[in-house]
């Protein structure tokens, strides 16, 4: 069978994207988007996915829940994402990010790129 589709999500970029006070606590931000992922999955796919969701700095103490694995990057996020898509050379990837430099290096690897909308609807 198959391995389900591979859904890397840029944490920072897609909690950054709506100014909602995010800044004020960036660990709660993402704590939110990880059970919104958790719950929601990938809206318009049907199929299961392997969620997985970087994070970096202040919201690397978030823990992983049922349906998404979190990554705490030991630096970058971006080399974090770019290292997780490498890795799974082979298997449909998509990453969700608004970073144009990020989204350029990731696609060089083979991977889809979709924006922080797809997620936040």
């Known amino acids: 069978m198959d391995e389900p589709l591979l859904v890397i999500v840029d944490g920072a970029n897609v909690v950054g994207s709506r100014p909602d006070g ?19 999955g990938l809206p318009g796919h049907a199929e299961p996915v392997e969620m997985v969701l ?32 490498a890795e799974h050379a082979g298997r449909h990837r998509l990453v969700v990010t608004a970073d144009r430099g990020l989204r350029g290096r990731v696609t060089a690897l083979g991977a889809e790129v979709t924006g922080p909308r797809v997620l936040l609807g």
């Open 54 to 85: 970087v994070v970096e700095g202040a919201a690397r103490g978030v823990e992983s829940v049922p349906g998404v694995r979190v990554e705490p990057a030991s630096g970058s996020g971006d080399d974090r994402i770019v290292e997780l898509t």
């Open 22 to 40: 995010w800044w004020r606590d960036r660990k709660g931000a993402a704590e939110r988007l990880r059970d919104r992922l958790a719950a929601g």
